[in-house]
Each structure stands twice: as structure tokens, then as C-alpha cells.
T-cell receptor, first 115, second 107 residues
Framework: DSGVTQTPKHLITATGQRVTLRCSPR?????VYWYQQSLDQGLQFLIH???????AKGNILERFSAQQFPDLHSELNLSSLELGDSALYFC??????????????FGEGSRLTVL | DAKTTQPTSMDCAEGRAANLPCNHS???????VYWYRQIHSQGPQYIIH???NNETNEMASLIITEDRKSSTLILPHATLRDTAVYYC????????FGAGTRLTVKP
């Protein structure tokens, strides 16, 4: 158990819909990272938040948005869903940011299926 | 894009050492090298990291060349459970993962 909690574990929805994925980082971790992993693909970095502020943005579509709340949990919002958005979405947390990010602790992922 | 280059796949015999190379020729002086692995569709698992010196922990050893342009992850006695995708990443603010090396440990 990494200490990072992601909900829901599985989600099935239709094209055009909107979903929210939630991540609770390990206690004390200020950084949250979101990744997308399509079938048999590598991990695609989406976005990084540190203590409520966006720190880095990767290949995140405009239809996607994220935020980190004062209690440090984070949400990834996916809207106008397309079939290609079907993927595993991982959240990871770490203690620090900057010169040495430190060890990333990953959640078990949220598997999104868009029909 | 990831700042590292790794072979797409490697095989290793069970019980033998698995040596996984990684090139990171554009690494900056204050960037660390991290290794993670992902077993099937589980969340990636941290293995080890280093800056300049070689590092060892209960899972693996990390050898970093003197010029820091490449490194090797060593699993000293590979088991079938070490079959996974291994990612080498250079630390920066966004921790981007490349395609990794798919290691298959064979009986």
C-alpha cells in the first residue's frame, strides 16, 4: 500500500460525458502528479501540482483540467470524453519539488472506459 | 519528451544478474536519475535513485558513469517476479517517463 488513494477504481461512461477522478496523496506529501496510460502505452505525464499551485504541465488536453485543494487532495476533470480517452489514470505524490523531487508514490490508478 | 533512452526490451535468465542501461546525455548537474518499474498495469514502483555516486539498496544497485551521461540498473539475482517495464527518468519538475525497457525474466 503506497498510501496514495485514487477513486473510483473503475469507471465506465459514454462519449461526450464528463468525469472527475480523485486522488488523496500520502500524508505530508505536497506534490501531486497525474499520468495517463493508454493500453500497452507508456506513462504520459499530464500535470504536476505543488501545495495547491500548478508547477508543470505536460501533454494534457484542453478538455482536461485539474486542481489541488487546500487539504492537498487533487481532482482530474475530463470532459467531452472521446473513445481515445479510455485509459488508466495514475496519481502519484511526493514530499518535495525542485531540485530533488524525491520518490514518487503511485496510487493503484483509475481505469476509465469510454463507450 | 523524456530525456532518457532505454532499450525497448531485454531478456534475463532467472537467478542471473539483469543489467538495464539508460542513456541521459543531456542531464544537468543537479538532476537525479530515478528508476521505477511497473508490473503489468499496477502503479509504478520506486526502485532507486542517485546523483553522482553509485547506490545500492535491498532491491537493486545503480551505477552512474563518471560523466553522468548514462547509468545501469542492476538486479543482482533476477526472479520471475522481476518481469516488468523498467523506467529510467531524470528528475525535473514533471518527472516524465519514457517508454522504458520491458524486462522478461525466463526460467
Amino acid at each position: 500500500d503506497s498510501g496514495v488513494t485514487q477513486t473510483p477504481k473503475h469507471l465506465i461512461t459514454a462519449t461526450g460525458q464528463r468525469v472527475t477522478l480523485r486522488c488523496s496523496p500520502r500524508s505530508g506529501d505536497l506534490s501531486v502528479y497525474w499520468y495517463q496510460q493508454s493500453l500497452d502505452q507508456g506513462l504520459q505525464f499530464l500535470i504536476h501540482y505543488y501545495n495547491g499551485e500548478e508547477r508543470a504541465k505536460g501533454n494534457i488536453l484542453e478538455r482536461f483540467s485539474a486542481q489541488q485543494f487546500p487539504d492537498l487532495h487533487s481532482e482530474l476533470n475530463l470532459s467531452s470524453l472521446e473513445l481515445g480517452d479510455s485509459a488508466l489514470y495514475f496519481c502519484a505524490s511526493s514530499v518535495t519539488t525542485g531540485g530533488n523531487t524525491g520518490e514518487l508514490f503511485f496510487g493503484e490508478g483509475s481505469r476509465l472506459t469510454v463507450l | 519528451d523524456a530525456k532518457t533512452t532505454q532499450p525497448t526490451s531485454m531478456d534475463c535468465a532467472e537467478g542471473r544478474a539483469a543489467n538495464l542501461p539508460c542513456n541521459h546525455s543531456t542531464i544537468s548537474g543537479n538532476e537525479y536519475v530515478y528508476w521505477y518499474r511497473q508490473i503489468h498495469s499496477q502503479g509504478p514502483q520506486y526502485i532507486i535513485h542517485g546523483l553522482k555516486n553509485n547506490e545500492t539498496n535491498e532491491m537493486a544497485s545503480l551505477i552512474i558513469t563518471e560523466d553522468r551521461k548514462s547509468s545501469t540498473l542492476i538486479l543482482p539475482h533476477a526472479t520471475l517476479r522481476d518481469t516488468a517495464v523498467y523506467y529510467c527518468i531524470v528528475n525535473n519538475n514533471d518527472m516524465r517517463f519514457g517508454a522504458g525497457t520491458r524486462l522478461t525474466v525466463k526460467p
